[in-house]
């Protein structure tokens, strides 16, 4: 079966760095993805890695270790607009290439 | 470029009656997915539409749920008889080709059955 593990609150500061941890169990596993709701709002897609290492977009990064099953996501310079559940997802061979399976998300909340 | 668009946003249904939910993808994109969201839970994937065919239908819980995508364009998901367990929200995504690694979201349809 597959599993996902992502803590289920984090708060942080204005302005400063958050890492948000994600470990997963699955089979023919593809990659990893980040996506960002806000409440009421549509998933957002924020970035993937398929293979070991850090990728950045701008204040976001997102690294993943294969060997490890482990990944996480790094938002830099927070703002107030970056309150938000932040889902990773994988793609397995179960899912297949094309779905995702989902955790459970972590609400992150910046405070000034 | 228009977004994924779901209707409704929200839909209040008591327990036994039948919901139909919209999903308009952004244009141009064959593949279409239906998720869902149980209350504090994960997104669970229920299906998988290439153009007009049913690709992956395994996450679908059960016969009371019906997807459609008649002409390859907008899909339905039909919910009958609903139950009380359906309650969640319901969540619409489309991609132009199988395997890209972004899914497109729409925001979603809130159900809630009493």
């Known amino acids: 079966g597959q599993s996902l593990e992502q803590p289920s609150e984090v708060t942080a500061v204005e302005g400063a760095i958050v890492q948000i941890n994600c470990t997963y169990q699955?089979?023919?596993?593809?990659?990893l993805s980040w996506y960002q709701q806000h409440d009421g709002g549509a998933p957002t897609f924020l970035s993937y890695n398929a293979l070991d290492g850090l990728e950045e977009t701008g204040r976001f990064s997102s690294f993943l270790s294969r060997s490890d099953s482990y990944g996480y996501l790094l938002l830099q310079e927070l703002q107030m607009k970056d309150s938000a559940s932040y889902f990773c997802?994988?793609?397995?061979?179960?899912?297949?290439?094309?779905?995702?399976?989902f955790g459970t998300g972590t609400r992150l909340t910046v405070i000034p | 470029e228009a977004g994924v668009t779901q209707f409704p946003s929200h839909s209040v249904i008591e327990k036994g009656q039948t919901v139909t939910l919209r999903c308009d993808p952004i244009s141009g994109h064959d593949n279409l997915y239906w998720y869902r969201r149980v209350m504090g839970k994960e997104i669970k994937f229920l299906l998988h539409f290439v153009k007009e065919s049913k690709q992956d239908e395994s996450g679908m819980p059960n016969n009371r749920f019906l997807a459609e995508r008649t002409g390859g364009t907008y899909s339905t998901l039909k919910v009958q008889p609903a139950e009380l367990e359906d309650s969640g929200v319901y969540f619409c995504?489309?991609?132009?080709?199988?395997?890209?690694?972004?899914?497109?979201f729409g925001p979603g349809t809130r159900l809630t059955v009493t």
């Open positions: 699955t089979s023919g596993f593809y990659g």
């Open positions: 997802a994988v793609r397995d061979r179960q899912t297949g290439a094309n779905n995702l399976f």
């Open positions: 995504a489309s991609s132009q080709e199988a395997g890209r690694r972004e899914q497109y």
